[in-house]
């Protein structure tokens, strides 16, 4: 694929991610943080987002590991999962939870989103792993 035709791709899925992680977003009612409001309120979309996230890379890893040329991979996996997941809204959010004084909460996030992840990476890999046998 085309360097410009690739960026172009990645924009795409980028576009589509960050909409898809904004409207999940409205779903919990917690939009407002993305936009610098914090209430200290413990983060669930970005929880669930970036666990969501972590799942559908482990699938996307095993389901394009043969498609190196297509244009797939990076708006699946760059684009789209790159405009979905959040590592900035992550931090931001714990160190809210901080200023806050809800240091057990910020601890507890992090070890979920961190935990929780993993766990997700491997399911979605597990999960790919028998698609493909399939």
């Not at 409207?23 to 610098?36: K, R, V, W």
């Not at 969501?52 to 991979?73: K, N, P, Q």
């Not at 057990?104 to 979920?112: I, K, S």
Request: no cysteine; aromatic share 8%.
């Amino acid at each position: 694929m085309h360097e410009a035709n690739r960026l172009v791709v990645i924009g795409v899925g980028g576009v589509f991610g960050a909409l898809s992680r904004a409207g999940i977003s409205e779903l919990f009612g917690t939009a407002s943080i993305e936009l610098g409001d914090q209430s200290a309120a413990f983060p669930w979309a970005t929880l669930t987002v970036n666990v969501l996230g972590a799942l559908l890379i482990g699938v996307l890893a095993i389901a394009l590991v043969a498609d190196r040329e297509s244009f797939w991979r990076p708006l699946l996996i760059t684009g789209f999962l790159g405009g979905f997941t959040t590592f900035s809204a992550l931090a931001l959010e714990a160190a809210d939870l901080i200023d806050h004084d809800k240091w057990p909460t910020a601890v507890l996030y992090l070890g979920v989103t961190v935990g929780a992840g993993l766990l997700a990476v491997q399911l979605g890999i597990r999960v790919a792993q028998r698609m493909v046998k399939s």
